[in-house]
Nanobody, 124 residues
Framework: QVQLVDTGGGLVQAGGSLRLSCTAS????????MAWFRQAPGKEREFVAA????????FYTDSVKGRFTISRDNAKNTVYLQMNSLTPEDTAVFYC?????????????????WGQGTQVTVSS
């Protein structure tokens, strides 16, 4: 049974940084592409970033390029999202997700398993 546990959210001031982590269990982590999505109140869940199974390819939505970095440690079954230069517009619940697809896609429908989400709040 696939389990993804998201951690690392919190309250931060604009311009600050946070690092999210997602630890996986119940499957062969190194065979899955991983991604981060986010959902702000009243909005649809949107793609943020993805990384291939090996970590050799990464993908970002335009609004986070140059500020966010996705990475993974397959020995620790963990994917990370380093978020710098945060703005109030980044406030959302962030979810990690897993898929066997490559390229991993940018739609929530492309992903099979989800974490429970972690709240990120950026104050102005």
């Amino acid at each position: 049974q696939v389990q993804l546990v998201d951690t690392g959210g919190g309250l931060v001031q604009a311009g600050g940084s946070l690092r999210l982590s997602c630890t996986a269990s119940g499957y062969t982590f190194g065979r899955y592409s991983m991604a981060w999505f986010r959902q702000a109140p009243g909005k649809e869940r949107e793609f943020v970033a993805a990384i291939s199974a090996s970590g050799g390819s990464t993908f970002y939505t335009d609004s986070v390029k140059g500020r966010f970095t996705i990475s993974r440690d397959n020995a620790k079954n963990t994917v990370y999202l380093q978020m710098n230069s945060l703005t109030p517009e980044d406030t959302a619940v962030f979810y990690c997700a897993a898929t066997r697809r490559f390229p991993p896609g940018r739609s929530a429908y492309d992903f099979d398993s989800w974490g429970q989400g972690t709240q990120v709040t950026v104050s102005s």
